[in-house]
């Protein structure tokens, strides 16, 4: 197995956690840098990161990192994916990738032309448990899919300077939680929807505070999308066919679904994977896809979830200050 390098860019809680999985991967974190610098000699002692870099360009210019984890507000993600695509670098960064369908397309575009994997950290995308349900279905199991519905509310505290809630940050439901939803209803469609209908409430700042989405596809099979922000709700996703349905909580890390029999009412758990390792999954995934042992047949699924997203914000007329 070849050993890979990997840089990392931010020092917040999510970078923590893949540090660790990194670790658990018996990867090497080589290298970080975030905007601060005690934060950033703090973390690389924490972790036993041996280079600590200045900044961004500094990393990009080190021949020795292989790959680069993104861990930056929404709204970075563009500059800094683009920037290290330019400098040789595979990149996986944290969700929402981007921004926009626009921005993604020219990234996609970039690591093709330059034979790089650029990979989004979506965990549903990683965990096995979604592998398992797919053939699971395949198999005839709850027969033909008609309906998928996806819950997901978080409840933030009031703070109009939280980056949750901030405009030129790229807050707000849609990319923050809503990505999650989509990709799990994206999931188990069997087409790209070609109706999409939204309508959304927003937050004092601008932001999308809820939304609710209905998609639909050519084979009119329906989802049905439910987000908020200052609302607590389940992470909760149901896949409906004619003969049963299976039931899913948690599932941004699930590892584990309920299956229930429409005529019998007979009830099946299934267990695939482990939830806790859901950034694990990422790490391994993005070294094998880098290494060629695997393909990166993720990116498919982040591009389509973003044409869904970006045609939802078009809808609401909700543009951020810098696009």
Known sequence: MVKLNWGMIGCGTIGSEMADA??????????????????????????HIPHVFADYEEMLADEQVDIVYIATPHNTHYEHIKTALQAGKHVLCEKAVCINSEQLDELIDIAAEKKLILKEAMTISHMPLYDKLREIIMSGAIGTVKMVQVNFGSNKEYDVNNRFFSKELAGGALLDIGGYAVTFARLFLDMQPDVVLTTVKYF?????????????????????IALTMRAKQPKRGVVTGDKGYIEVYDYPRADKAVIVDTISGQKTTIQEGDSRKALFYEAKAMEEAVTGMNPNHTLGVSKEVMDILTDVRMQWGMRYPFE
């Open 22 to 47: 990194l670790r658990e991967n018996g990867s090497l974190l080589y290298g970080v840098t975030c905007r601060t610098k005690d934060k950033r000699e703090v973390f690389a002692k924490k972790y």
């Open 204 to 224: 004092e700042t601008g932001v999308d505070e809820q939304s609710g989405i209905i998609l639909k596809n050519e084979k009119e099979q329906m989802a049905v």
